[in-house]
């Protein structure tokens, strides 16, 4: 079983910045894919950015050029940098994690929030 600890949302303006993180318990090596996903208010869960274990991103298109992911390996932590936050962002923010067995493993959720 995994366990993560997510960090990092909270309220912000728009034009703000947050950065999520998250800690996911495990051996390191078996989380081939770690990422963030997103659910707005009455919507369906989308991929916001992944990276492999090896630094290769995946990035959605409508937070590209805004949003960047990155992660520490040695300490199991997934990053998600977001720069120009809109309104739109607004959603709750799962941490996510593959293993190399492609099991799929989901974080509780970090609201943010951006708002005038």
């Known amino acids: 079983q995994v366990q993560f600890v997510e960090s990092g949302g909270s309220a912000v303006q728009p034009g703000g910045s947050l950065k999520l993180s998250c800690l996911a318990s495990g051996r390191v090596f078996d989380f081939y894919l770690m990422g963030w996903y997103r659910q707005a208010p009455g919507g369906q869960r989308e991929l916001v950015a992944t990276?492999?274990?090896?630094?290769?991103?995946n990035i959605a298109d409508g937070v590209k050029g805004r949003f960047s992911i990155s992660r520490d390996n040695p300490k199991n932590t997934v990053y998600l940098q977001m720069n120009s936050l809109k309104p739109e962002d607004t959603a709750v923010y799962y941490c996510y994690v593959k293993d190399l067995e492609a099991r799929d493993y989901w974080g509780q959720g970090t609201q943010v929030t951006v708002s005038s």
């Open positions: 990276i492999t274990f090896g630094g290769i991103t």
